[in-house]
Every structure is written in structure tokens, then in C-alpha cells.
């Protein structure tokens, strides 16, 4: 007698498969990460912070090469550590011990680029000290403007449901701030980069919103 076997069910296939489907299911991607991850979360707030200092110290070419590197590198090492993290969960349905491991492994790599991250920018700091000195009005400017600029961030990364208006009024008044900070910016790629973290701050606050129950 024959045991029928019953077909696996098969994957549902993606609506489109093109050049512009792949940019769209990376970007979901990203936003699923910064949305649901807590340490994207952080990763994400300390980018901002890192645009508006970029932003206010008249850095060399090689030093806004470095922090705009390190702060790329430190995100994809957390989008892949997250990746691992769902793989392994997948394939794992109980507990193991390499499982464990390989988990540890992986937030390992993501915090030593984080430390290593930590002493480029203390050493850029230290070495750039006098003008930071002498660039006083700049840099409280800078301050006044980026510390409220960095707490709108941080309302849109909160996970604590909230009404969309008040994400909305947080990324209004974000891009407000910076737009105030840009006349004097020393550098427009670094607020091109805190633009940009603003942005994705906001698309995990609608992701959140669309999917509550994640």
C-alpha cells in the first residue's frame, strides 16, 4: 500500500522580481530591522548623532570618509546579525547550545565594530580639539539645534504605540531643526546622512504602526 506523501507547501513568489522590486524588498528589509531591533534602534540615533557633529566640526576628507564608513558598516553588520538571528530561529525550534553560540558569535562581531566605531570618533575628537575650541558659537549653535533634533529622532524610534500624529509632529519638527542647521553646516553629506536617518526613523515608526502585533 502506498503512503501518499503530502506536497510541501511552496513559498509564496514575490510580485516582481525586478531591479526596482529588489531596491523596494532591501529597503523593507532595513525598515523591518530599525523598526523591530533594539540595538538598530540605538545604532540609528548614534548615526544622527554622528551627522550633526559631522555636521558642526569642519573635518578632513579623510575623517568624514572614516565616520561616514563606520557608521554604514555598523548597520549592515546589525542588518546581517538580525538575519543570522531569524535564520538560526528557523532552523533551531528548541533550544541548543551552538544555536547560543552562533547567536553570540554574531552580536559579537556588531560590538566590537561598535567599540571600534567608538575610538575613531574619540580620536577624531581629541585630534580636532582646538577647533572645537575655537569654533565655540558653532558648536553650542550646533548643540542648541541637534540635542532636540536627536530627541524627535529618538520619539520615532520609541516601540511604545503612540497616535501617528505625534510621530508626525516629531519628523516635521526633526527636518525643521535640520534645515535650520544647514546655512551653517560644515559639511552637507553629513546632513545629507542625518536626513536620511530621519527618514528611515520615520518609515519604522509606520512599519510599527501598520504591524502592532509583530
Given at each position: 500500500?502506498?503512503?501518499?506523501?503530502?506536497?510541501?507547501?511552496?513559498?509564496?513568489?514575490?510580485?516582481?522580481?525586478?531591479?526596482f522590486?529588489?531596491?523596494?524588498?532591501?529597503?523593507a528589509?532595513?525598515?523591518?530591522?530599525?523598526?523591530?531591533?533594539?540595538?538598530?534602534?540605538?545604532?540609528?540615533?548614534s548615526?544622527?548623532?554622528?551627522?550633526?557633529?559631522?555636521?558642526?566640526i569642519?573635518?578632513?576628507?579623510?575623517?568624514?570618509?572614516?565616520?561616514?564608513?563606520?557608521?554604514?558598516?555598523?548597520?549592515?553588520?546589525?542588518?546581517?546579525?538580525?538575519?543570522?538571528?531569524?535564520?538560526?530561529?528557523?532552523?533551531?525550534q528548541?533550544?541548543?547550545?551552538?544555536?547560543?553560540?552562533?547567536?553570540?558569535a554574531?552580536?559579537?562581531?556588531?560590538?566590537?565594530?561598535?567599540?571600534?566605531?567608538?575610538?575613531?570618533?574619540?580620536?577624531?575628537?581629541?585630534?580636532?580639539?582646538?577647533?572645537?575650541r575655537?569654533?565655540?558659537?558653532a558648536?553650542?549653535?550646533?548643540?542648541?539645534?541637534?540635542?532636540?533634533?536627536?530627541?524627535?529622532?529618538?520619539?520615532?524610534?520609541?516601540?511604545?504605540p503612540?497616535?501617528?500624529?505625534v510621530?508626525?509632529?516629531?519628523?516635521?519638527?526633526?527636518?525643521?531643526l535640520?534645515?535650520?542647521?544647514?546655512?551653517?553646516?560644515a559639511?552637507?553629506?553629513?546632513?545629507?546622512?542625518?536626513?536620511?536617518?530621519?527618514?528611515?526613523?520615520?518609515?519604522?515608526?509606520?512599519?510599527?504602526?501598520?504591524?502592532?502585533?509583530?
Open positions: 500500500m502506498t503512503v501518499p506523501v503530502t506536497p510541501r507547501p511552496q513559498f509564496p513568489s514575490r510580485r516582481s522580481n525586478g531591479l522590486a529588489s531596491f523596494g524588498h532591501a529597503w528589509g532595513l525598515i523591518h530591522t530599525v523598526a523591530w531591533q533594539r540595538n538598530m534602534r540605538i545604532h540609528l540615533i548615526g544622527v548623532l554622528v551627522g550633526l557633529v559631522g555636521s558642526g569642519p573635518l578632513g576628507l579623510a575623517e568624514k570618509v572614516t565616520l561616514i564608513f563606520c557608521v554604514l558598516l555598523i548597520f549592515f553588520a546589525e542588518i546581517l546579525n538580525s538575519a543570522l538571528e531569524q535564520l538560526v530561529d528557523l532552523a533551531v528548541q533550544f541548543d547550545e551552538k544555536a547560543r553560540l552562533t547567536k553570540d554574531a552580536a559579537a562581531g556588531v560590538l566590537v565594530l561598535a567599540g571600534g566605531t567608538v575610538v575613531i570618533f574619540a580620536a577624531i575628537l581629541i585630534n580636532y580639539w582646538e577647533t572645537v575655537t569654533n565655540t558659537d558648536i553650542f549653535r550646533q548643540v542648541a539645534l541637534g540635542v532636540p533634533l536627536a530627541a524627535c529622532a529618538t520619539v520615532l524610534v520609541l516601540p511604545q503612540r497616535p501617528a500624529a510621530d508626525a509632529l516629531a519628523f516635521l519638527l526633526s527636518l525643521g535640520l534645515a535650520l542647521t544647514a546655512p551653517t553646516s559639511s552637507l553629506v553629513f546632513t545629507a546622512l542625518t536626513a536620511a536617518l530621519l527618514v528611515i526613523a520615520a518609515a519604522a515608526a509606520r512599519e510599527r504602526r501598520r504591524h502592532p502585533q509583530h
